[in-house]
């Protein structure tokens, strides 16, 4: 995520099975590599494991990303690295970008995505005292993350605390800091003010809905489509509005004829310029992504072209004159370690105190990633969307993305079949 690479010299395969071979379980080998201590010596600690992962071969429709099961000795992290078993991913907007050639941070194809997950440390390197085999750890990465064993530099894994699952810990690195950047770094939110929330129900609007409610008497305005109002109304969304069937500038000036203070803009386009003329004086317009741009599973360049040329364009007078400011924000771009230390820190600490809680909308094994990016992508999520890299039981059956989506509950009962340890992790996530 910042200008550090993360470690691809694993990410490709060494050996590939072809993808519409049942995968071998992800319990073999790997979690149980002899580490030469054992009678049979050398032999035994080159035996070779299986690895799953998840690659992107082109740019392109959904087909681009494919399950590949690489066969290879088990990697060695290096001085000042740890070796993680990753138990859950998170899934971005960003990954939708990248597939269709749209993420210019993304490696060239192959590579394997994803950029956040957690899991467990099974190998530190030399000189790594702050972390050790055993720890349960969020990771955040460039790419390379949708994979069962990643190594990565100790200074981007953080400790998780005893009570957040795995699944949580996927989903709170790139939204929630994301969300906190630019609501106190950036627009410095303080109390009573008001802000305007696009793709509320999504990973960035839920977690930028639950800071905002860690300052007292903040307003929040959240667009998003009227099946999903109940659910951000309950996560403090004090004035949800359909952007589907109405002009959100025009139900903005209904309640607040002066506008809001805050607008956090994930769209582009002509959806800035309106953002900006909703802001009050002295308020700020903070730019953070081009979801107008993605119309369908590949690259419209008639979609890039108007949102690029319905884009707000300013000078500086003007805004002088306005008394406004517009920014922008760019996760990916942000190369102070330091702040991403301090930001992660201050998060385990909000969730620790229970405010804070990433909302699980659905999780699919790797197998279904076409399927969880389809979800993603027609905006059907309520929360973060979850992939789980080991392989899918045989006997589980095919869950109803609709039903996920629109009862949280059943989907997460349904989930709990999957294995124990993710049983009283969610459990956790129906209060």
Same mark, same amino acid.
């Given at each position: 995520?910042?200008?550090?690479?993360?470690?691809?010299?694993?990410?490709?395969?060494?050996?590939?099975?072809?993808?519409?071979?049942?995968?071998?379980?992800?319990?073999?080998?790997?979690?149980?590599?002899?580490?030469?201590?054992?009678?049979?010596?050398?032999?035994?600690?080159?035996?070779?494991?299986?690895?799953?992962?998840?690659?992107? +071969?082109?740019?392109?429709? %959904?087909?681009?990303?494919?399950?590949?099961?690489?066969?290879?000795?088990?990697?060695?992290?290096?001085?000042?690295?740890?070796?993680?078993?990753?138990?859950?991913?998170?899934?971005?907007?960003?990954?939708?970008?990248?597939?269709?050639?749209?993420?210019?941070?993304?490696?060239?194809?192959?590579?394997?995505?994803?950029?956040?997950?957690?899991?467990? +440390?099974?190998?530190?390197?030399?000189?790594? @005292?702050?972390?050790?085999?055993?720890?349960?750890?969020?990771?955040?990465?460039?790419?390379?993350?949708?994979?069962?064993?990643?190594?990565?530099?100790?200074?981007?894994?953080?400790?998780?605390?005893?009570?957040?699952?795995?699944?949580?810990?996927?989903?709170?690195?790139?939204?929630?800091?994301?969300?906190?950047?630019?609501?106190?770094?950036?627009?410095?939110?303080?109390?009573?003010?008001?802000?305007? +929330?696009?793709?509320?129900?999504?990973?960035?609007?839920?977690?930028?809905?639950?800071?905002?409610?860690?300052?007292?008497?903040?307003?929040?305005?959240?667009?998003?489509?009227?099946?999903?109002?109940?659910?951000?109304?309950?996560?403090?969304?004090?004035?949800?509005?359909?952007?589907?069937?109405?002009?959100?500038?025009?139900?903005?000036?209904?309640?607040?004829?002066?506008?809001?203070? +805050?607008?956090?803009?994930?769209?582009?386009?002509?959806?800035?310029?309106?953002?900006?003329?909703?802001?009050?004086?002295?308020?700020?317009?903070?730019?953070?992504?081009?979801?107008?741009?993605?119309?369908?599973?590949?690259?419209?360049?008639?979609?890039?072209?108007?949102?690029?040329?319905?884009?707000?364009?300013?000078?500086?007078?003007?805004?002088?004159?306005?008394?406004?400011?517009?920014?922008?924000?760019?996760?990916? %771009?942000?190369?102070?370690?330091?702040?991403?230390?301090?930001?992660?820190?201050?998060?385990?600490?909000? %969730?620790?105190?229970?405010?804070?809680?990433?909302?699980?909308?659905?999780?699919?094994?790797?197998?279904?990633?076409?399927?969880?990016?389809?979800?993603?992508?027609?905006?059907?999520?309520?929360?973060?969307?979850?992939?789980?890299?080991?392989? @899918?039981?045989?006997?589980?059956?095919? @869950?109803?993305?609709?039903?996920?989506?629109?009862?949280?509950?059943?989907?997460?009962?349904?989930?709990?079949?999957?294995?124990?340890?993710?049983?009283?992790?969610?459990?956790?996530?129906?209060?």
């Amino acid at each position: 995520m910042s200008g550090e690479e993360a470690p691809t010299q694993q990410q490709q395969p060494e050996q590939e099975k072809t993808p519409d071979e049942p995968p071998p379980s992800a319990d073999a080998a790997p979690a149980e590599a002899p580490q030469g201590d054992s009678g049979s010596g050398a032999a035994a600690e080159e035996k070779p494991l299986t690895c799953r992962a998840l690659v992107l +071969i082109g740019h392109g429709g %959904y087909d681009k990303v494919k399950l590949q099961v690489k066969t290879q000795s088990k990697p060695q992290p290096k001085a000042g690295e740890v070796l993680v078993r990753v138990k859950a991913c998170g899934l971005n907007f960003a990954e939708l970008l990248g597939r269709q050639g749209l993420y210019e941070l993304l490696p060239a194809p192959p590579v394997t995505m994803g950029m956040e997950g957690s899991g467990v +440390i099974e190998a530190v390197g030399e000189d790594v @005292k702050d972390r050790k085999v055993g720890d349960r750890v969020i990771v955040l990465s460039r790419s390379g993350m949708w994979q069962e064993l990643v190594v990565v530099p100790t200074n981007r894994t953080f400790v998780m605390p005893d009570e957040m699952s795995f699944e949580e810990g996927a989903a709170l690195p790139v939204n929630y800091m994301t969300a906190y950047m630019m609501l106190f770094e950036l627009a410095n939110l303080r109390p009573g003010k008001s802000v305007l +929330i696009h793709m509320a129900a999504g990973g960035v609007g839920i977690a930028a809905t639950q800071l905002c409610q860690t300052v007292q008497d903040v307003t929040v305005f959240g667009t998003a489509s009227a099946s999903k109002h109940e659910t951000i109304a309950q996560g403090g969304v004090a004035h949800p509005i359909d952007y589907r069937t109405k002009d959100y500038v025009e139900e903005i000036r209904k309640i607040s004829p002066k506008g809001v203070d +805050i607008v956090l803009d994930p769209l582009g386009g002509s959806d800035t310029q309106k953002g900006f003329s909703l802001l009050k004086p002295m308020g700020m317009l903070i730019v953070f992504g081009a979801a107008n741009c993605v119309t369908g599973q590949k690259k419209n360049l008639l979609a890039m072209a108007k949102t690029w040329y319905n884009q707000l364009s300013l000078n500086t007078m003007k805004l002088m004159q306005a008394n406004k400011a517009v920014c922008g924000f760019h996760l990916g %771009y942000v190369t102070d370690e330091q702040l991403f230390s301090r930001t992660m820190m201050k998060l385990l600490e909000l %969730y620790s105190q229970g405010k804070i809680k990433p909302h699980i909308d659905s999780r699919y094994h790797f197998e279904e990633v076409t399927e969880a990016m389809k979800r993603m992508h027609e905006r059907q999520n309520i929360g973060k969307v979850i992939l789980l890299p080991e392989p @899918k039981k045989e006997e589980e059956k095919p @869950k109803s993305n609709a039903e996920a989506g629109e009862n949280a509950e059943i989907n997460e009962a349904a989930v709990s079949e999957k294995k124990e340890e993710v049983t009283e992790e969610v459990k956790a996530e129906k209060d």
